[in-house]
């Protein structure tokens, strides 16, 4: 009887996330503004980007604050692919995921032997040298960055001059893609490996879980799930410096959503990104002007109050008047 | 036959301070065995090498015929040594049941056969009814309990209990004496570590006594409480005196 709950459960999350997309995806049937939409798109693709982060920042307790390096190395990998060798962009986001996912191991192996903070300020570090060596990195454009012609509209190439749309769509899945695979890993070995290695590392390993091999395995998983997040950004704003796609505020916006709703549950990033990411557009395109920085000190102001009230994240208003159901 | 688990000539040493010293032990399939002494006698520290915290300085340590002395704690629970922990580590932002269920994950990788494992499990241990509620909101005697039932769903030979009894009222510890004879009927040996004699010698076939780091007597419960050694560890030789 008890696994039917269960079950039952984790259904309706399937059935409430179905909805969720074919009620987003008829959105721009009545949004016609392109300026709302361009703040649709980045919405959805930081509810991906965040829900990637989750996997190892919240699932796993393995906090990052350097995932603008796989976000970064997804746009460039796609940007110089594109640019350098013609090769489709679909095939330069696989790509650009399949590196970053090898990368991710490879600073696995010395940094998840860190407890705590320590492994958050060594990814802090290791995203700001990659930063510095693509600034300097001639080949790639250094500091000039690589220009992503746009010539005409093509599902081929993704490009697309006129609509906004089929990026909309495409973050949309993304969203929705990040979305399922965390859905899936949830409730797989994987899954519950992970949040035991939060918990208690020492616990877990008396419980016959691989501790190392888990945090590497999320590590990578979210690796490669934030670069296409990145490679899609390159080709949705079509021109790429270190600055736009691998500076510190990355790291911070990509973790930020999951933290703010919810952090290591599966609505958290997407209820975070709905929240956060308008607002910092709002803020910044109607007080940003003055220059004086009032839209950073309302943004900042909304996450202080946030974790002051609900340091569970959002996602606990809701969980609070569930458990009260429960009870009664 | 041989013994389930042997220890030889074990010794731990922390810098200058020996822990254990040629510590030789051997538990028999089937039996519950206590590990007991005084404070500082070094129950944990022997407690610690056979779940594989760390390698002995020197000896070996022998599960069910095959040495198991360099194994690292994940490989010894696959292999059928399951712990529990004196200060409890439960999974505290999971549910009771999720907490068992990443115990049963390390026979089956199916979920849904995990669940009910760990289902089962929480029925044996008396905790079904607090299966959906999150770990941290239980009280100590549950949460001493969802230890020994994260470690039954390991599906163990050999259960180590490090102190599940201490700190208990006499009510609760009843109720853990009998949970540890029924763990054992259903074919699980049990090595328990307490400092608490008279609510383990009823209950264990036979006491390991372990003073300053070393075997002080070994036997059945009835003569080790009555052994002049044994008092004078726990009392001072002044109490052995014409024991």
């Known amino acids: ?52 982060w989750n996997i190892l920042g919240g699932y796993c307790g393995q906090i990052s604050l350097g995932h603008a390096l796989y976000f970064g190395l997804g746009a460039y990998v796609t940007a110089i692919l594109l640019t350098k060798f013609d090769v489709l962009p679909w095939f330069g986001m696989l790509t650009g995921g399949i590196i970053s996912a090898l990368i991710a191991l490879a600073l696995g192996y010395p940094t998840f032997r860190l407890g705590g903070h320590y492994f958050a300020i060594a990814t ?15 080949w790639a454009g250094a500091a000039l960055g690589i220009d992503i012609m746009v010539r005409e509209d093509s599902w081929a190439k993704f490009q697309f001059t006129r609509s906004k749309l089929p990026y ?13 695979v965390t859905w899936w890993l949830e409730n797989s070995k994987w ?9 208690n590392p020492d616990a877990a390993e008396s419980l016959g879980v691989v501790v190392f091999k888990s945090k590497m395995g999320a590590g990578a998983i979210s690796a490669f799930l934030t670069a296409i997040g990145g490679a899609f950004y390159a080709m949705f704003v079509s021109y790429i410096d270190p600055d736009a796609v691998m500076s510190f505020q990355f790291s911070l916006l990509i973790a930020l959503p999951a933290v703010l709703g919810g952090i290591g549950t599966l609505w958290g990033p997407v209820l975070g990104a709905a929240v956060l990411i ?28 946030v974790s002051l009230t609900r340091p569970d994240g959002l996602l606990g208003l809701f969980s609070r008047k569930r458990k009260k159901e429960a009870v009664q | ?14 810098g200058g301070l020996v822990a254990n010293s040629d510590v030789s032990i051997s538990v028999g399939r089937g039996e519950i065995v206590g590990l007991i002494g005084p404070n500082g006698a070094g129950k ?3 407690f610690n090498l056979i779940a594989g915290v760390r390698p002995p300085t020197q000896g070996t340590i022998w599960l069910d015929g095959e040495d198991i002395t360099a194994t690292p704690a994940t490989e010894r629970c696959r292999r059928g040594i399951a712990r529990t922990f004196q200060v409890v580590k439960s999974f505290e932002t999971m549910t009771v049941i999720d907490n068992v269920i990443v115990g049963a994950l390390v026979r089956t990788t199916e979920m849904r056969a995990a669940r009910r494992k760990a289902f089962e499990v929480l029925e044996f241990c008396g905790l079904a009814a607090r299966a959906d509620v999150m770990a941290s909101e239980l009280i100590p005697s549950e949460k001493r309990r969802l230890e020994v039932a994260r470690a039954l769903a390991t599906e163990p030979k050999l259960l180590l209990l490090d102190e599940v009894l201490t700190g208990l009222t006499p009510l609760e510890a009843q109720t853990g004496v009998e949970l540890v004879r029924r763990v054992r009927e259903t074919g699980v040996t049990v090595l328990m570590v307490e400092h608490v004699m ?46």
Not at chain 1, 279 to 301: A, K
């Open chain 1, 1 to 52: 009887m008890h696994d039917v709950t269960h079950a039952k459960q984790r259904r309706r999350d399937l059935i409430l996330a179905a909805v969720f997309v074919a009620l987003a995806a008829c959105v721009p049937l009545f949004v016609k503004d392109v300026y709302v939409q361009n703040i649709m798109v980045l919405t959805l693709m930081y509810a991906g980007l965040s829900q990637s």
């Open chain 1, 124 to 138: 802090i570090v290791i995203a700001e040298i990659a930063y510095l060596l693509f600034l300097n990195w001639d």
């Open chain 1, 168 to 180: 909309f769509y495409f973050a949309l899945f993304f969203a929705a893609v990040a979305w399922l």
């Open chain 1, 191 to 199: 899954g519950y490996w992970w949040r035991a290695v939060k918990d």
């Open chain 1, 278 to 305: 308008p607002v910092t557009e709002l803020t910044r395109s109607f007080i940003g002007g003055s220059g004086r920085g009032v839209d950073l000190i309302v943004y900042g102001s909304l996450i202080v109050i």
């Open chain 2, 1 to 14: 036959m041989t013994a389930l688990l042997e220890t030889c000539g074990v010794w731990q040493r922390f």
């Open chain 2, 44 to 46: 944990s520290t022997l």
């Open chain 2, 198 to 243: 008279e609510i383990v010698m009823p209950l264990v076939d036979r006491a390991i006594v372990l003073d300053l780091g070393k075997v002080l007597v070994e036997g059945k419960p009835a003569d080790v409480v009555r052994d002049p050694k044994v008092i004078a560890a726990y009392l001072g030789d002044r109490h052995a005196v014409g024991a």
